[in-house]
């Protein structure tokens, strides 16, 4: 799996609410917070269910999605018929289209759109970063002033593009875990179902 994930579960209030963005997107804008968690486990590149090394068959796969977005911790946000529907691949129409652009979503894209920024901001800060005190030319200093003042005025664009970081989430502890709709771990979560 990535060392970098896209639109991660952060916190129990939803990813509507992590990502206000999602709820923006037509595909997304219909389904309820537990139907957006589904579609992240099941169709996102970079969930955890996705791991290349985990030989999942999509049933299992769903199954798990419906484990980690309706049924965690206890909750049962679904009806059995839902559920089958689910793990046979009868989505919604609203589903599908969700799924369909949850896969577009793509980590590799995004890290060197991050990588890019950042790099630009470091030549923009190596072209303002320039004594300009060592020569009378005023000519060149003109053309700096008019320099500043274009890097200034695109600077806070790509400070907001790096710390809004492409909506990725940097894999930085092995033992941060994506989190289900109640705001536990994948894998208590998983844990705690096998016990019930």
């Known amino acids: 799996m990535s060392e970098y994930s896209v639109f991660k579960p952060k916190s129990a209030r939803g990813m509507f609410v992590d990502y206000p963005e999602l709820k923006t997107l037509k595909a997304f804008a219909l389904l309820r917070p537990e139907e957006m ?12 269910l ?26 049962k946000l679904i009806t059995k ?30 890290i060197r759109a991050k990588q ?6 470091d030549n923009l800060e190596k072209i303002l970063d ?9 000519t060149k200093h003109k053309a700096y002033v008019d320099i500043v003042e274009k890097g200034l005025k695109i600077m806070p ?3 907001e593009s790096i710390e809004g970081g492409y909506r990725l989430t940097e894999e930085k502890d092995e033992d941060e875990e994506s989190l289900t709709a109640n705001g536990t771990s994948l894998i208590d979560n998983w844990h705690n179902n096998i016990e019930s």
Request: charged residues 35%.
């Open 157 to 159: 664009k790509i400070v």
């Open 37 to 48: 968690l589904f579609v992240w486990y099941l169709a996102c590149e970079s969930s955890p």
């Open 130 to 138: 320039v004594d300009v005190s060592i020569d009378d030319d005023m």
């Open 116 to 121: 890019m920024t950042e790099k630009a901001f």
């Open 50 to 75: 996705n791991d290349k090394n985990k030989e999942l068959s999509d049933r299992d796969r769903a199954q798990q999605s419906i484990d980690c977005s309706y049924l965690a911790e206890g909750q």
């Open 81 to 110: 018929i839902e559920i089958d529907n689910l793990l046979d691949g009868r989505f919604s129409e609203k589903m599908s289209a969700a799924i369909e652009q949850m896969e577009k979503f793509k980590v590799g894209p995004r």
